[in-house]
């Protein structure tokens, strides 16, 4: 009797398309086969599970190479009305069990993952059909009597309960910020009005997060209609206020899903005619259409992708016939597991709230960040801010960036200018960081002046690395006593760290520093203690992936070892991040160290892998990896004994890290973190209490620290934090590139 084949998994991508779907797609297969499993790649959907033959192809490691950087999904998808149908079903699992697959991993929305469940719950039915078909034999039956699933969201609206991100939100949402960003420009040019149509049938999440980073000034989304029937009127008030006090542009984005308090949609077309109705404005709509679901992913998209494709193997290997099947997502910015019937179920609860007309209960599903964005929303795009109340004590805040310029500083700025204003305070702004504080270059900022800032990458304030020394103090404590400051507000890196806690250490000796004092991460080198993310460290990855897929790129027909080396300081945070969202072979860490014998064993596994026919090997080096084995002495050394099988070339990629405008994460974050210091500084002035703290995001929540607790937290040999989230990450950089997997194909696989 012919054996059964062996236990396999099968991987298929379904519903709309995502950016990133790749980087999850090439997870599974290279986990799987780790594992020594067999993988198949199910293409077209689920159109392709029912069709069967060359639809289902196994994969070996190298056919999913060279593909995260694709947009779309380099295996398929499609809707497929047979798999609604127990016919269709039925042919899938004999399709499925011809192959030994009982195993699924499914990327797609949710309808996809509904349909994976139900098809769970009736494999043994099937199963049994089948047999009295006599289509499968009993003992195939008895070897795959349960299907294992587990469920990846791919989905640019981010409209899945229990993630914070679906796979492809976070490239749309970049899309969506580059459009607006460059619609302002022109808007402001002709001072028109502009209407920007966004993806998002039911969830507002793209044109909400799209319009705080983008800078718009309204915004209508499905889960909370405008509050009035009359809504033309108070959007026009808004917007004729805005530009009576000077704004230049003026743009609205829409949902394709917006309606009104009574259900009726609200589309772009009806938004320009009242426009143009009422403020007599020369409006243009731009629906921005599938340009937000295509091209290259993001790199948050590639190395989450990786990351819960990662993820979605080792849970399917792990599933019993009892466990319940999971869909794996992200939550604070970890890998998380998630029960797949209950997440649907509360997926599909919002859109039942927005059909029912119960918009609070939709708000109220899709939780407190999403309320939050919304109401900061409205704040940062009033035309101007509240007045201040009567006999309120006003406060004398000031703000300055320090340390090397990192993309997000100007939306920090920007948001705490306004903030501060809005809650009827003056905002000063030091140039130059401590340099201006000493030098006393300090001038109030108004609301209007910062308009704009949210997009603009680098510092608009300027600033400078400098640590004031000692005989600088005396010159700082005389501007803050001058200029009446009474609170301060440092956004920066680590320069800018150890000022603010020179000047909080030196309290005893110039009175003048007992003010408030708080420090906001902002540095692309994610070195900065009491955060797990640094503003700008977003932005430099997207950077550096982009410039990498541009250097692999260029290696024509010879075959080439490239080693990029990246910025960080010591740490290596964009050196590992990068390195796993461009599918580098190897990366370099300072943390980890560099020894002679790690220089030859990688050596010996490029040697292997060109002799089998590889054609580019990609290394990624933090720039202070090893003081000694410097970027151009691993060149030297690869060049020398690859001999004739390979070229190396470095890229050092330099101050294109630092620069760039800031991405959509980046903005929203700096907007949030700035609006929390504000208000710290308010608090803390107004019970005349002068804490020193700095700020940052841990495990999704904001957090601020008092600076007592910056020695214990910060290794300042090597100016980062001493313990780093990230550097668990490691394993999986190893195993999505472990050399010489070629291998594998010619070994017989095992059973699970
Ligand atoms: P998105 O909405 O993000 O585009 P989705 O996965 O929700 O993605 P759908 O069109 O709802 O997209 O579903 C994709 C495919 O999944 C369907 O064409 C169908 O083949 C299958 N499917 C969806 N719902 C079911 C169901 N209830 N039973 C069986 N199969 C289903
Ligand atoms: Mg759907």
Redesign the pocket.
């Known amino acids: 009797m012919a054996s059964a084949p062996p236990k396999a998994i099968g991987v298929l991508t379904?519903?709309?398309d995502a950016p990133g779907m790749n980087a999850a797609l090439r997870a599974v297969v290279r986990t799987a086969l780790s594992h020594r499993v067999a993988v198949y790649a199910i293409y077209e959907?689920?159109?392709g599970m029912v069709d069967g033959g060359e639809r289902l192809r196994c994969m070996t490691w190298n056919d999913v190479s060279g593909i995260m950087q694709c947009g779309g999904t380099v295996i398929g998808t499609?809707?497929?009305?047979a798999?609604?149908t127990r016919e269709g079903?039925l042919q899938a699992a004999k399709n499925l069990l011809e192959r030994g697959i009982d195993r699924l991993v499914v990327i797609?929305?949710?309808?996809?993952?509904?349909?994976a469940h139900?098809?769970r719950q009736e494999w043994p039915d099937l199963l049994a059909e089948l047999v009295a078909q006599g289509a499968i034999s009993q003992e195939t039956t008895a070897q795959h009597a349960h299907l294992a699933i587990v469920g990846l969201v791919?989905?640019i609206?981010n409209d899945f309960y229990g993630t914070d991100m679906t796979i492809g939100a976070d490239t749309a949402l970049q899309r969506i910020t580059t459009a607006l960003d460059q619609i302002s420009s022109t808007a402001a040019s002709h001072q028109r009005s502009f209407v920007v149509e966004v993806m998002g049938r039911n969830c507002g999440y793209l044109a909400l997060i799209g319009a705080i980073s983008g800078g718009a000034d309204w915004v209508l989304i499905p889960e909370s209609p405008p509050e009035t029937d009359d809504w033309e009127a108070k959007m026009c008030e808004v917007l004729a206020a805005g530009r009576a006090a000077g704004r230049r542009d003026s743009i609205v984005v829409v949902a394709e899903g917006a309606r009104d308090r009574n259900g009726n949609p609200i589309s772009s077309e009806q938004v320009r005619k009242v426009l143009e109705e009422r403020l007599g404005e020369d409006v243009r709509v731009t629906i921005l259409g599938h340009i937000q679901r295509g091209g290259a992913p993001s790199a948050f998209d590639r190395w989450m992708g990786t990351l819960i494709g990662h993820a979605a193997v080792e849970e399917l290997l792990a599933a019993t016939p009892e466990s319940e099947p999971q869909v794996i997502g992200m939550r604070y910015n970890r890998v998380t597991r998630l029960p797949l019937v209950e997440c649907v179920r509360q997926t599909r609860a919002v859109a039942e709230a927005i059909a029912a007309r119960d918009y609070d209960r939709a708000m109220e599903l899709r939780g407190g960040s999403f309320k939050e964005a919304f109401r900061t929303l409205r704040t940062l795009g009033r035309a101007l801010p509240h007045a201040p109340q009567p006999g309120q004590r006003r406060l004398q805040l000031a703000v300055l960036t320090a340390g090397a310029p990192a993309p997000g500083m100007n939306t920090a700025v920007r948001a705490a200018i306004r903030l501060g204003i809005d809650r009827g305070h003056r905002v000063l702004a030091v140039r130059n960081g401590f340099e201006g504080l000493i030098r006393g270059q300090i001038e109030e900022l108004g609301w209007m002046s910062v308009s704009g800032w949210a997009a603009m990458g680098g510092s608009r304030l300027g600033t400078s690395r400098k640590v004031p020394g000692d005989p600088d103090l005396y010159a700082i404590a005389r501007t803050i006593e001058t200029h009446g400051i009474e609170g301060l507000l440092v956004i920066g890196g680590w320069a800018a760290y150890e000022a603010a806690y020179k000047l909080y250490s030196a309290r005893g000796t110039f009175p003048a520093f007992n003010v408030p004092i708080i420090c906001l991460p902002a540095s692309i080198d994610n070195n900065l203690p009491g955060s797990e993310l640094s503003i700008g460290a977003g932005t430099a990855l997207n950077s550096i992936v982009e410039v990498v897929d541009k250097i692999k790129q260029s290696a024509g027909a010879d075959r080439r070892c490239f080693v990029v080396e990246v910025m960080g300081n010591y740490c290596g945070y964009l050196a590992l991040m990068s390195g796993l969202a461009s599918g580098a072979e190897r990366v370099y860490l300072h943390e980890e160290g560099v020894t002679l014998h790690d220089l030859q064993a990688d050596l010996t596994n490029m040697i292997h892998d060109f002799q089998q026919g590889k054609r580019l090997t990609l290394m990624i080096r933090n720039e202070h990896a090893n003081p000694l084995y410097t970027t151009s002495f691993m060149c030297a050394l690869f060049e020398q004994e690859g001999q004739n099988l390979f070229e190396v070339r470095p890229a050092i990629l330099g101050h294109l890290q630092q620069g760039g405008d800031p991405s959509p994460f980046d903005r929203i974050q700096a907007t949030r973190l700035a609006a929390r210091c504000v208000e710290f500084l308010i608090e803390e002035a107004e019970k005349s209490s002068s804490g020193g703290a700095f700020i940052g995001m841990q495990g999704g929540h904001i957090e601020i620290l008092s600076l007592e607790d910056m020695p214990r937290l910060a290794d300042t040999a090597y100016l980062r934090p001493k313990e780093q989230w990230w550097l668990d990450l490691r394993p999986i950089v190893r195993l999505m590139s472990q050399p010489g997997m070629e291998q594998i194909q010619s070994t017989p696989f095992g059973d699970l």
């Open positions: 379904s519903g709309g959907g689920y159109q499609a809707r497929c009305a798999f609604r079903r797609g929305g949710d309808g996809s993952l509904t349909g139900l098809f791919g989905s609206d």
